[in-house]
C-alpha cells in the first residue's frame, strides 16, 4: 500500500506560478513511476506529467514547457512546478504512484485556480 498526500494548490493570477507536492509514504520504496493528472469540472482526467524510477518524464501536449515535473526518491517526494499558468489550467491536481504490474494509487487531489 501506498499513500500520497498532495500540497502546494491554492489561487494564482494568470501568468503566475506554483509548485505542488506529492509526499508518498507505505511502500514507496518500490513505486515505478509517479506523476501528476488534472480533472477540470466537466472535463475527463488528464495526464500533466509523469517521472519514471530512472528519471525518463513524459508530459501531456498542453503543459510542455510550461510544466516541470521532478522527484525526489530519497524522500518520496514528487514534484510539479507549474509556470506561466493560464486560466485553462484550473483544475484538481491528482499525484498517482503506479508500482507495476497492477498497483494504482491516487491521492485526495489538490485545487489549483488561476484567475485571468
Known amino acids: 500500500q501506498v499513500q500520497l498526500v498532495e500540497s502546494g494548490g491554492g489561487l494564482v493570477h494568470a501568468g503566475g506560478s506554483l509548485r505542488l507536492s506529492c509526499a508518498a509514504s507505505?511502500?514507496?520504496?518500490?513505486?515505478?513511476?509517479m506523476g501528476w493528472h488534472r480533472q477540470a469540472p466537466g472535463q475527463q482526467r488528464e495526464l500533466v506529467g509523469l517521472?519514471?524510477?530512472?528519471?525518463?518524464?513524459n508530459y501531456g501536449n498542453s503543459v510542455k514547457d510550461r510544466f516541470t515535473v521532478s522527484r525526489a526518491n530519497a524522500e518520496n517526494i514528487l514534484y510539479l512546478q507549474m509556470d506561466n499558468l493560464k486560466p485553462e489550467d484550473t483544475a484538481v491536481y491528482y499525484c498517482?504512484?503506479?508500482?507495476?504490474?497492477?498497483?494504482?494509487?491516487w491521492g485526495q487531489g489538490t485545487q489549483v485556480t488561476v484567475s485571468s
Open positions: 507505505g511502500s514507496s520504496s518500490t513505486i515505478h513511476i
Open positions: 498517482n504512484a503506479k508500482i507495476f504490474p497492477f498497483e494504482d494509487y
Open positions: 517521472v519514471s524510477s530512472g528519471g525518463v518524464t
